[in-house]
């Protein structure tokens, strides 16, 4: 199970910087707010390089290939991307998914990063929660609140003013570090502590329990959890780049989406069986090869792109239904957030959930397609 998360949470962290790259013929290589510059409100947006050395008086959105903010931004912020770097400040809370994290900023609220690689520099400052999780994670500085991580290498060597719990293969708490509340780690093997380490707090090691017994299963629902929140996270950036690049469209589809919904569904539902047809056809000659690959890849893109449209148009259908009309003119928040809640919790009962999601992804496929080709 661990396995099959992991590999789940790897497609989505390398599909993240790829559906950004597939909208730059119509929007940006490099988004940038300098030095200088004060943005008003939320700055949303999504590029091959995004970088943020200014000043936002919002929320920071972002993803891209390469992301770096080194300014100071008022609200929270949410990025994900092949290499995330945060240096600036953040008033709110810190959200972070990439390949490659690194994160020497200051956050006066909580802190969570998910990624193959996850550092904490020396100068970082997180006042509340830290939430971790990555192949290798290192941290340093200085965290104010409570830690849980879980990685397969893990090192503390700064300060944690609060509790550490970690689900790890090898742990090591390097001289210097600071441990002010318990440490209690779940490990195979024993913890390496220095002897110039300080915890504050009592040290207990729980063993791994064999898969099926109660407590795994307990702490399974917990990374289950997160995973959801995490999944969640970064299909909004997506959806949000995604927004940003085909808005009037995507407007257009939500208008009309529900009068056309079964049609839409037939044709997503053609198009997922015909395109890795032609594929596999491609590549077993010498010539098409190159093409099945292409062909592959823009089949895997566009159902992942496809699963959130539908999620939107899913949940849009909903709203309606209850009249709980959006606000304004902008993102459909309410749509999205109601259709992945709902159907996460469909997702879960045999066969209709399998139904459901089906449907949802041909529906969103189907959509796509005109979205695309206007």
């Not at 008003?40 to 929320?59: I, K, L, R």
């Not at 304004?328 to 066969?351: E, H, N, R, T």
Request: aromatic fraction near 8%; charged fraction near 15%.
């Amino acid at each position: 199970m661990k396995k099959t998360k992991l590999v789940l949470v790897a497609v989505v962290l390398l599909l993240i910087p790829a559906v950004a790259l597939g909208g730059l013929n119509k929007g940006e290589k490099e988004v940038v707010i300098s030095k200088t510059t004060v943005h008003s409100g939320d700055f949303v947006n999504g590029a091959a390089t995004v970088d943020v050395s200014g000043t936002v008086e919002g929320d920071v959105m972002t993803a891209g290939a390469q992301v770096d903010i080194s300014g100071t931004v008022e609200g929270d912020i949410l990025s994900a991307g092949g290499q995330v770097d945060i240096s600036g400040d953040a008033g709110q809370d810190v959200r972070l998914v990439g390949g490659n994290v690194f994160y020497s900023g200051t956050t006066k609220q909580n802190f969570s990063a998910f990624g193959g690689n996850v550092r904490l520099s020396t100068d970082s400052m997180i006042s509340g929660n830290a939430y971790i999780g990555g192949g290798n994670v290192e941290l340093k500085g200085v965290i104010i609140g409570n830690v849980k991580a879980g990685s397969g290498k893990l090192v503390v060597a700064g300060e944690i003013g609060g509790d550490l719990v970690v689900y790890a293969d090898e742990i090591s708490v390097r001289d210097g570090a600071i441990i002010k509340g318990n440490f209690t780690y779940y490990s195979k093997i024993e913890a390496n502590i220095s002897e110039g380490a300080t915890i504050g707090g009592a040290i207990e090691k729980k063993n791994a329990k064999p898969t099926g017994s109660s407590s795994n299963f307990d702490k399974g629902k917990g990374f289950l959890f997160g995973f959801f929140i995490w999944r969640l996270l970064a299909a909004l950036i997506v959806a949000l780049v995604f927004w940003q690049i085909f808005r009037d469209k995507i407007k257009k589809a939500l208008d009309d989406g529900n009068n056309s919904c079964w049609k839409k569904i037939g044709t997503g539902l053609v198009l997922m069986i015909v395109t890795p047809i032609a594929a596999i056809i491609a590549m077993v000659t010498i010539l098409g090869l190159p093409i099945g690959l292409i062909g592959m890849g823009l089949y895997l893109i566009g159902t992942y792109l496809g699963m959130i449209l539908g999620v939107v148009l899913f949940g849009n259908w909903i709203v309606k239904l209850i009249k709980l009309p959006e606000k304004g003119d902008g993102f459909p928040w309410m749509s999205y957030f109601v259709g992945m809640i709902v159907l996460s919790v469909i997702s879960v009962v045999p066969l209709i959930g399998a139904v459901a999601s089906f449907l949802i992804l041909s529906w969103g496929v189907g959509s796509l397609y005109p979205l695309l080709k206007r």
